[in-house]
């Protein structure tokens, strides 16, 4: 059973640092894997997505990596702003039918909060 | 282009009431999966439907079930309420075929009293 894990559970920074937030499986056997932020009390938005023979992506000042053989996963902020602080969630696919994504299996976030 | 949308935002329930969300998906897209998020956890997965049927179910009771009509528009029904149902309910929707992008409405949030 695949199962998501991210560390840490919480991280409190001052602005302009560069940061790294885990994430782990337990299935390395993965179609992809995907970043998301969530502000509070609101929806998901996905930041990145890596595919299964990708090793990174970027995105302005996010870059994310993956380790299949390992089952991590790392998201890279660069000069960490305010207005970066959510909760951020890496999540798999449970299975992958006809093309289309089945259900993702999450972690349980890190909070970030970023001081300015 | 409108993005996913629920409805309604917020609402309180009683304990044995029955509820029902419901979800536009994005334009084009044609099938819609929904997750329960506790406080503090991460989302879990509910159900998904394409063309109208049930394609995937999580790890829920038969309290919950849902429906995809020929617009592709989704409801979730929620049956028997207990305090532990309170929660965000979240709808995605994606293309069939299109591999991997997925996009989150901003959820309902139920609260059972």
């Known amino acids: 059973k695949q199962e998501v894990t991210q560390i840490p559970a919480a991280l409190s920074v001052p602005e302009g640092e560069n940061l790294v937030l885990n994430c782990s499986f337990t299935d390395s056997a993965i179609y992809n894997l995907q970043w998301f932020r969530q502000d509070p009390g609101k929806g998901l938005t996905s930041l990145l997505l890596?595919?299964?023979?990708?090793r990174e992506q970027t995105s302005g000042r996010l870059n994310a990596s993956l380790d299949k053989s390992s089952g991590r996963s790392t998201l890279y902020i660069a000069a960490s702003q305010p207005g970066d602080s959510a909760t951020y969630l890496c999540?798999?696919?449970?299975?992958?039918?006809?093309?289309?994504?089945?259900?993702?299996?999450f972690g349980k976030g890190t909070k970030l909060s970023v001081k300015p | 282009d409108a993005g996913v949308t629920q409805s309604p935002t917020h609402l309180i329930k009683t304990r044995g009431q029955q509820v029902t969300l419901r979800c536009s998906p994005k334009?084009?897209?044609?099938?819609v999966s929904w997750y329960q998020q506790a406080l503090g956890q991460g989302p879990q997965f509910i159900f998904q439907y394409y063309e109208e049927e049930e394609r995937q179910r999580g790890n829920f009771p038969d309290r919950f079930s849902g429906h995809q009509f020929p617009n592709y528009s989704s409801e979730l029904n929620v049956n028997a309420l207990l305090l532990g149902d309170s929660a965000l309910y979240l709808c995605a929707s994606s293309r069939g075929g299109s591999g991997n992008t997925i996009y989150f409405g901003e959820g309902s949030w139920l609260t059972v009293v």
């Open positions: 334009s084009g897209h044609d099938t």
């Open positions: 999540a798999v696919p449970g299975f992958y039918y006809g093309g289309s994504q089945g259900n993702l299996i």
């Open positions: 890596i595919q299964s023979s990708q």
